[in-house]
């Protein structure tokens, strides 16, 4: 019997044993659980347990699902194709690298809110463009974006063109803490705005404008007749995905302190693509999984490995063909997989408990 | 508001004035929306919050008896003789031993079977035990009964032992047993006083917070209704009669050369259930996706009384905002959310009915709650009464299409619809699923108070559940009338039939 | 004017490259229904057999090139048969995501497979290395030899396939096939087969395209014709299998007109003109637009 939110009296075994459970089986549990995790590790490479270099591409990765996770609205929710993910996180990085050049003195959150600003309006331009376009023809439209942008990036003054940008101090309060040599600082600022951005996502998808999205995906006219106006949605689903790449971009920035346009290619987009859809689009803990195979495998465990050290192809064929199988047999993604292991074991208990003693009774 | 019926379209040079009066119109239209809709979500709220509160109650009572329970079980062990003592502990590891002994039997039962050879391979009986085998078993069965005696025997000379004879002072404990009780049942009692006080207390602080508010809102309310009228009557021109719900008025639909809809007048009374008939192509569909705005008609107009008696001008609405005016549609080939529970395509249609916005949405603020536990139980409400209540959390995938098509109708009841319109809603129903589909409408139309307008094809449901009928062919209007009207209708035979 | 008459024969060879490598992906998507991001790649696989041919094994470049092409057709028709068909059930994004995967696989063996080429990166070979000049309307003009068997080339080359596939049975299996798939087969249309070569098909121009482009030779070298091509399918519009070659022809003109202005911006201001166009025209220059029945 599936789990039931609405009448809580079913619930009730016994009074004490609910109380325990609902904690748990609130969705912010995992998250809260998970944004610990994330600070023991970055706590465990102080003391030297954890690599430094596994603890800083761990933010990184965590950097990546921020983007991951606004693109999910768009590919789970909303059911639009995008390839601009590369062109608006990249928008996020340069912007966070001019203004910090710029005005060293402007401390940090108000970066991040002239990047939202930006992501914001560039997100409603797409979405109206959304509205006369569809399908893989969005996806094309949206990758010539992101290509415009990232002729700017080559091509400006401000950006350094192929060279890169480079970025010095950050500040999160004015004349308060300069924070530069100190990465834990800004691991734990990536794993808060992180774990916030989930809380939020979680919210929001189940909310009546996640349920919008999901009408507006699967039926347009139902969504319509149920006074659904596509406008709206659209625009709000390449505002989220936009304004999450942004912060993801803006973040990139800061933590690495160096951005250049290789990194913001159409290969940005088509992994993030990846990200969600290997790991499970509608599912907050999937995408974080892809998130994890697509960009976290090689930086976080492989590295180590010398034979793959030495031949980084080999990485390379593994997450291709990775990719191809579990988006071939897996149609849920990862996350399904799992789900769908629970059953099959429960199945098999079944049937094995019926081998042995009989169907009767 | 004066009720003048000028049937005449409205002047063309007025028309921007009137787009601009539309346009303030539907502002202060939906604003007048939102303020009623809280209000009512709202009041709404209070008995949930109060039954709310008192499941709190409930639970801590519960909690609180748990705890007594434990106590007075020790007392009362003190008082009664070990045999019932025995058996109050032991209750609970005899049956898991009895559990323990019957899957043995079983087993053994299994294993015998499987020599005979009838069981198949997906553990299903394909005979019956041999007399012998039989026999065997029941032997088995038996021996382990004894078995299971001797071991609750030994367990209660065991626990005799242990403990011994019965207590001397079981006098004392008893009247102790009785003091402490009746104390427990006070202490309930002032617990279950002081928490209803507490909860009271806080209901009648909420109810009085919210009472202002909706009186608040309620005066507003009145006010903003009175300008959106005023502004409404300037932007459109003609004012239907009381009990006429729809009217189309020389609807034409053209694609590209073929006319869909040509010329075609008709009116539907409020709160009757109104049928459009006609042969394959004939438009009927068409005419629906004209009123509920998916096509833009080419010409005519399509004017609607909704529930606050204001007549709306149709053609002006956009799609989405059609089942604001209290108009909602099924479609011929089933559209539910295939992701979504039924449950939840249900709250799809009540999504007009939300007053929170996205921000409240993204932190899940109190409002957002409380709109969602009056609509949940609305929709439970609807899902209960058309027999789909153990289907909720179920996704609409790959289920009966009858079952479909009677979510689709739950959906409609979900949105406060004034006229619910229903496309083809017996398509592919076998016979017995069309006759409870029609009871199901003319219940629907009684209980909701709604109209309903119905394309069918089925002439069986029509000529059985409408009021009156409309016969259209090649877009134009044959006739008008009662079932029994059409039926006699030289028109309609020969557009069915084809001319003699 | 000279300047004029001589960007447009300039954008002559792009125009070549750009509709060999675009053909392919407008067959794979009318009858995968897929965005075929592995396009580029494939065409620089087999531009990589062709450079070891002819570099290293003193072949004639048109040898060479025609054993490539065939390589890559071998390698089309495999791709679909061995991964691309078995992914019917998968969805839209699922299966752009399967040819990125395809991709990447590429992207990481070619280095692998061909040492001697990636460390050294060498150039690739021309048809011809002679220049043709000429006088048109008073104006002294120039063309490389090159891109003039290149425009041959490519003009034979979709001439033969658009005789095929509108004057063969196999011309219409696949027109079929890209219409309605489950129909196609029920009307005992071999689906199988005419995905395949289509597949093959695609692999063949696009492996002529990167072998002809004279660029220097790494794995990523396709990535900006395939973007290109990509926005000339749009521009162009998907509903038929010639209006993308007329976004083809429009995209270099674009390139290189807008360079003359400003060398430096010239990507970024043919962007906005395709978006532009493509915008105001959402379904392509020849697209029709669907009504959805409700």
């Known amino acids: 019997m599936e789990k039931n939110v609405l009448t809580p009296n079913i619930l009730r075994v016994s009074g004490t044993e609910t109380n325990r459970l609902r904690i748990i089986r609130h969705p912010f549990f995992g998250f809260i659980i998970f944004g610990v995790g994330m600070i023991l590790v970055q706590i465990l490479q102080k003391f030297g347990v954890v690599n430094y270099s596994f603890a800083k591409a761990l933010g990184q990765t965590a950097i990546y699902g921020i983007a991951a996770l606004g693109f999910s609205f768009l590919l789970g929710y909303a059911g639009l194709s995008s390839l601009g993910t590369a062109g608006f996180a990249g928008l996020g990085a340069y912007l966070t690298g001019l203004i910090l050049n710029t005005y060293a003195q402007v401390p940090y959150f108000v970066t991040l809110i002239a990047v939202l600003a930006v992501s914001i309006l560039l997100g409603v331009s797409v979405g109206f463009i959304s509205l006369r376009i569809e399908g893989i023809f969005l996806a094309i439209v949206t990758l010539g974006l992101s290509e415009v942008l990232g002729q700017v990036f080559l091509n400006a003054e401000f950006t350094g063109g192929p060279n890169g940008m480079r970025t010095g101090y950050i500040r999160l309060l004015p004349n308060l803490l300069n924070i530069r040599t100190n990465i834990s600082i800004l691991f734990y600022i990536v794993t808060a705005i992180l774990v916030l951005l989930m809380m939020l996502t979680s919210n929001l998808i189940s909310s009546p404008t996640g349920r919008a999205m999901l009408a507006m995906k699967n039926s347009t006219s139902a969504a319509q007749a149920m006074g659904i106006s596509l406008l709206k949605y659209r625009l709000l689903a390449f505002i989220l995905a936009t304004a999450y790449a942004g912060i993801a971009g803006s973040l990139h920035m800061i933590y690495g302190q160096y951005t250049d346009p290789v990194q913001w290619t159409i290969m940005f987009s088509l992994n993030i693509l990846a990200a969600c859809l290997v790991g499970g689009a509608k599912s907050i803990w999937g995408i974080l999984i892809g998130t994890l195979i697509i960009f976290g495998l090689t930086p976080l465990f492989f590295q180590d490995i010398t034979l793959l050290r030495n031949n980084s192809w080999i990485m390379s064929v593994i997450s291709g063909v990775l990719i191809i199988l579990v988006v071939m047999f897996f149609k849920g993604g990862i996350i399904q997989l799992f789900k769908n292991l629970g059953v099959q074991i429960r199945i098999r208990n079944e049937k094995k408990k019926e081998y042995r003693f009989g169907k009767d009774e | 508001m004066a009720k003048t019926n000028n049937a005449a379209r409205p002047p063309v040079l007025s028309s921007l004035k009137e787009q601009y009066y539309f346009l303030i119109g539907m502002l202060d239209e939906a604003r007048v929306e939102k303020l009623g809709s809280r209000a009512a979500m709202l009041s709404q709220y209070l008995p949930l919050r109060r039954e709310r509160l008192n499941r709190g109650i409930e639970k801590k009572l519960a909690r609180f008896d748990a705890r007594i329970r434990k106590e007075l079980s020790a007392l009362e062990d003190k008082t009664l003789p070990p045999e019932a003592v025995f058996k109050k502990i032991y209750g609970e590891k005899e049956r898991a031993l009895e559990k323990k002994y019957r899957l043995q039997f079983r087993e053994f039962r299994q294993n015998l079977r499987r020599a005979e050879g009838i069981v198949d391979q997906d553990n299903n009986l394909t005979g019956e035990l041999s007399a012998q085998a039989a026999e065997k078993a029941a032997a088995y069965e038996a021996q382990l009964e004894a078995e299971k005696k001797a071991r609750v025997q030994a367990a209660l000379e065991g626990f005799i032992k242990k403990r011994g004879g019965p207590s001397e002072r079981a006098g004392e404990f008893k009247t102790r047993l009785e003091r402490r009780c009746a104390e427990a049942a006070g202490e309930r009692e002032a617990l279950k006083k002081a928490l209803e006080v507490k909860a009271d207390a806080g209901y009648q602080a909420f109810a009085r917070r919210t009472e202002d508010r909706i009186a608040g809102i309620k005066a507003k309310l009145s006010e903003e209704r009175r300008r959106s009228e005023a502004v409404t009557a300037k932007s459109h021109t003609l004012v239907l009669p009381d009990d006429v719900a729809l009217r189309l008025d020389r609807l034409c639909m053209y694609f590209g050369g073929l006319k869909a809809v040509d010329d075609l007048s008709f009116d539907v009374k409020k709160g009757e259930i109104f049928g459009l008939i006609g042969p394959n192509g004939a438009g009927k569909t068409t005419v629906f996706n004209c009123i509920t705005q998916f096509y833009k008609p080419s010409s005519g107009e399509i004017w609607f009384n909704d529930r606050y008696g204001k007549t709306l001008r149709l053609n002006k609405y956009a799609v989405h905002n059609i089942i604001k005016t209290g108009i909602v549609r099924t479609f011929q080939n089933i559209e539910l959310v295939a992701e979504l529970t039924v449950l939840e395509n249900l709250l799809l249609a009540a999504h007009t009915q939300y007053n929170s916005g996205f921000f409240s949405h993204m932190f899940f603020t109190s409002g957002l709650r409380q709109e969602t536990a009056v609509l949940t139980q609305k929709a439970l409400e609807i899902l209960e009464k058309m027999n789909l209540i153990h289907l909720k959390n179920a996704y609409p995938v790959g289920m009966p299409y009858g079952i479909l098509k009677r979510i689709e109708l739950a959906r409609t009841l979900m949105a406060d619809a004034s006229l619910i319109i229903l496309d083809e809603p017996a398509a592919g129903l076998n016979e017995k699923e069309t006759e409870e589909l029609m009871e199901l409408i003319k219940r629907i139309s009684r209980e909701y108070e709604a109209t309903i307008f119905l394309v069918e094809h089925d002439m069986g449901l029509v000529m059985e559940v409408c009021d009156h009928i409309c016969a259209v062919s090649f877009g134009r209007k044959l006739a008008y009338g009662t079932p029994k009207e059409i039926q006699e209708s030289k028109d309609v035979q020969e557009a069915y039939l084809g001319v003699e | ?294």
């Open chain 3, 1 to 294: 004017m000279q300047v004029f008459l001589q960007t447009f024969i300039n954008s002559l060879q792009n125009i070549a490259l750009y509709s060999m490598a675009t053909i392919g992906i407008v067959l794979i998507f009318r009858t995968s229904i897929t965005t075929n991001f592995a396009q580029g790649m494939m065409g620089t696989f087999s531009a990589f057999f062709t450079a070891n041919f002819v570099l290293y094994h003193g072949m004639p470049f048109w040898a060479g090139i025609t054993i490539g092409a065939l390589i890559a057709f071998c390698f089309g028709y495999l791709i679909d048969a061995g991964i691309i068909r078995h992914g019917r059930e998968v969805n839209a994004s699922g299966r752009q995501m399967i040819t990125m995967g395809l991709m990447m696989i590429f992207y990481a063996i070619m280095p692998a497979m061909f040492v001697s080429i990636t460390t050294r990166t060498p150039n690739l070979p021309k048809f011809s290395y002679t220049n043709l000049e000429f006088s048109f309307l008073g104006q002294e003009l120039y063309i490389t030899e090159h891109a003039l068997i290149c425009l041959v080339i490519a003009v034979i080359g979709l001439s033969i396939l658009f005789f095929l596939l509108k004057w063969t049975k196999w011309g219409m299996g696949l027109r079929a096939t890209a219409s309605n798939e489950v129909v196609a087969q029920m009307m005992g249309i071999n689906t199988k087969f005419i995905t395949g070569v289509t597949w093959g098909i695609a692999g063949l121009f696009v492996a002529v395209a990167a072998s002809s482009t004279a660029m220097s030779l790494n794995a990523g070298m396709m990535g900006t014709v395939q973007i290109y091509g990509f926005l000339a399918c749009v521009l162009g519009g998907l509903s038929s299998f010639g209006a993308p070659i007329a976004g083809c022809v429009l995209i270099p003109l674009f390139l290189n007109y807008s360079a003359v202005f400003s060398p430096k911006w010239a990507g970024l201001i043919s962007f906005i003109l395709i978006m532009l166009i493509i915008l105001v025209r959402p379904n392509g220059l020849f697209g029709k637009k669907l009504v959805k029945k409700v």
